[in-house]
C-alpha cells in the first residue's frame, strides 16, 4: 500500500489545531488543509467543515485511539 495521506478529521481551526496537537505527542506528523483561507484568496465561500487534517495511512492504526478518544471529548 502506498504511503499517502488521508483525511481523518474536519472541523474548526480550534478543533483541528487541537487533534493535531495530540497527535504530535505521540509522534504523528499531520497536514491541515485550510478550505476558508482558500476560499477567501479565491473568492468563493466555504463549505460545511471547511478545515481538514490528514494523516499517513501507515499512521491511521496508531491514530484511531487518539481520534476516537477527542472525538468523545468534544461531542460529551
Known amino acids: ?14 478543533i ?18 485550510d478550505n476558508i483561507n482558500m476560499s477567501k484568496v479565491s473568492g468563493f465561500g466555504p463549505l460545511g467543515q471547511s478545515i481538514d487534517l490528514f494523516i499517513l495511512n501507515s499512521d491511521v492504526e496508531k491514530a ?5 478518544k477527542y472525538k468523545e471529548q468534544i461531542n460529551s
Open 16 to 33: 483541528i489545531n487541537r487533534l493535531k496537537s495530540l497527535l504530535e505527542e505521540e509522534n504523528i506528523t499531520s497536514i491541515v488543509k
Open 1 to 14: 500500500m502506498k504511503n499517502e495521506h488521508v483525511k481523518i478529521f474536519s472541523g474548526s481551526s480550534i
Open 64 to 68: 484511531q485511539p487518539i481520534i476516537n
